[in-house]
């Protein structure tokens, strides 16, 4: 779905949050089919990194585990209530500690599916479904956020099926390749265990080859696929390597990195605006709380360019300030401020700004927040309308709060800097760390936001941060540009994200794995445990997995 949802033309603002919404909040997935998830605690996470061993296996009475470890299948804590398939049901019976070792054992997996053919077939299938019928259904709910917004609905049928076939055909290859070749290779690779590279590296090869699966996406809607993959890619890699002290793990690591992102996409959004994606250039533009030609005058007086007195003349004419009268290379000169907050003091232009970023901000939340409850718990209004309406305007509330708190930051730094004297004049080219400098104290505003959403949000802007760098390095000619280059970004990303669910699955946040468990084949799906005791039999052998 939301490879789908990004590849649809919705606005960016609503791309900017309804993704992070959905990761974090695990009653909502649950609502939806899904496991109820219980959020870990970073303490928690941080014990899971030290406790893996990264060469001895878990083992079952002596015997070793294919595919996931055991111990790492006791990382992942489900709701009792909701089980997703017959993986989730599974985990009721099967017990990882000493008593339920010396009751049960190991049995061989049992098929999934007749033959490769069979694997391959019934996975295009299914996969081709629900690409065809998930863009169907994100169509329609764009008409439908169009009709909420007042705008012009279109219902025509080349407009609801508008490359539903392309998707079909993409999550269709993507399933039939990569649990095809998972199936394949488990009877070949599998009985030699974990002394098999090629066994141990399987979800490798598998993922990097049905990435190929991409070439039947449009080209124009290649990019965002791309970049969502690739950023989780580098977080799992970051995991891996923090678990094998590689790298430090700490406290706040997300909103580090969101500070960090938010200082390259900042930088670029004021230098190098082609550089970004339209959308999310229109919508950072909507909600930075001065003009566009102030904006464009900032980035300009940072480069040592000329202003345009004319557009700055336009604006200040309409606040009733004084017109400009100077050289266009002449804005040094003035008083600190006196281009983008003429008549108002630094403290005064700063609370204006948060406030014009509420009421800009406030739009946006709303159907963000409200529209989910609507459409897959209106119940919950009936059953429980305090509690509901009161976590729903709480989540407006702050996310509301965090917005423009991020926007009022970004550009009150760079005038507050300019008056400590970093200045074009000053500093010469060294004065475009202003701008990046600006981006690292606006991502401090996600410390507003819950802890669950605070990640999704630091990979969104690390993703527009990345596509920013990477346009700009390739149109300087430091990076090669060839034909397929985007198919093979997205075969690594891909190959890195399905080694880590089939090898490492607790490195996965628990919200991706439920996902993945339902599409995708892991060794331990295969995995069964036979009671050999006959008062038990009967409910611990429960034949053929199908999940």
């Known amino acids: 779905f939301w490879f789908l949802y990004m590849n649809s033309g919705i606005d960016s603002e609503m791309d900017f949050n309804i993704i992070t919404r959905v990761e974090s909040h695990a009653v909502d997935l649950s609502k939806l089919g899904l496991p109820a998830i219980k959020e870990e605690s970073d303490k928690e996470v941080q014990e899971q990194l030290e406790d893996v061993d990264d060469v001895e296996r878990q083992t079952l009475s002596g015997e070793r585990v294919s595919g996931i470890r055991a111990s790492e299948q006791k990382k992942f804590k489900f709701d009792g209530t909701s089980k997703s398939r017959k993986l989730m049901k599974s985990s009721k019976k099967v017990q990882f500690d000493k008593k339920s070792t010396q009751k049960h054992e190991l049995v061989p997996y049992e098929r999934h599916y007749e033959d490769l053919w069979g694997a391959i077939t019934r996975n295009i299938g299914k996969g081709f479904m629900l690409g065809y019928g998930g863009k169907v259904s994100v169509n329609v709910l764009f008409q439908l956020l169009n009709f909420i917004r007042g705008r012009k609905v279109n219902l025509d049928r080349r407009v609801v099926l508008q490359t539903a076939r392309d998707y079909g055909v993409f999550f269709g290859l993507l399933l039939g390749i990569n649990n095809g070749i998972m199936y394949q290779t488990r009877e070949r690779w599998g009985k030699y265990g974990d002394k098999s590279k090629l066994n141990r590296y399987r979800g490798y090869l598998a993922g990097f080859l049905a990435g190929i699966s991409l ?13 969502f993959a690739h950023v989780r890619a580098l977080e799992l890699q970051y995991r891996m390597a923090a678990r094998r002290g590689y790298v430090p793990c700490f406290e706040d690591a997300d909103t580090l990195l969101m500070s960090l992102a938010s200082a390259s996409m900042i930088h670029s959004w004021l230098f190098s605006p082609s550089s970004l994606d339209p959308s999310y250039v229109k919508f950072l533009s909507i909600q930075v709380p001065v003009p566009l030609p102030i904006v464009d005058a900032l980035a300009r007086m940072q480069a040592g360019l000329p202003i345009d007195i004319v557009a700055l003349n336009k604006i200040r004419a309409e606040m009733k300030v004084p017109l400009l009268t100077i050289d266009p290379l002449g804005y040094d000169k003035l008083p600190p401020g006196e281009i983008v907050h003429p008549g108002q003091t630094f403290l005064r232009f700063f609370t204006v700004s948060f406030l014009s970023g509420v009421k800009k901000a406030l739009p946006v939340y709303l159907p963000v927040f409200t529209l989910p409850v609507l459409l897959f718990y209106p119940l919950s209004l009936v059953k429980a309308p305090v509690k ?12 509301t709060v965090f917005l423009a708190l991020y926007c009022a930051t970004g550009v009150s730094t760079i005038t507050l800097l300019r008056q400590f004297g970093v200045t074009y004049t000053n500093l010469g080219r060294f004065a475009h760390i202003s701008p990046a400098i600006a981006g ?6 996600t410390l507003i936001e819950k802890k669950s959403r605070r990640i999704e949000l630091a990979l969104y802007v690390l993703g527009k941060a990345i596509e920013g760098r990477t346009l700009q390095l390739s149109r300087a000619g430091m990076l090669p540009n060839f034909e397929g280059a985007d198919i093979l970004v997205f075969m690594g990303s891909l190959s890195v994200i399905m080694h880590a669910y089939v090898r490492h699955a607790n490195m996965l946040r628990p919200s991706y794995h439920s996902v993945l468990c339902r599409f995708f084949d892991a060794d331990n799906r295969h995995v069964f445990i036979k009671s050999n005791d006959p008062a038990e039999k009967g409910e611990h052998n429960t034949g053929t997995d199908k999940s």
């Open 215 to 227: 070439l039947w996406v449009p080209k124009e809607s290649r990019k965002p696929i791309i970049i």
């Open 388 to 399: 509901t309406l009161s976590r729903t305007l709480s989540g407006v509330l702050r996310s």
């Open 440 to 445: 690292f104290m606006s991502g401090l505003a």
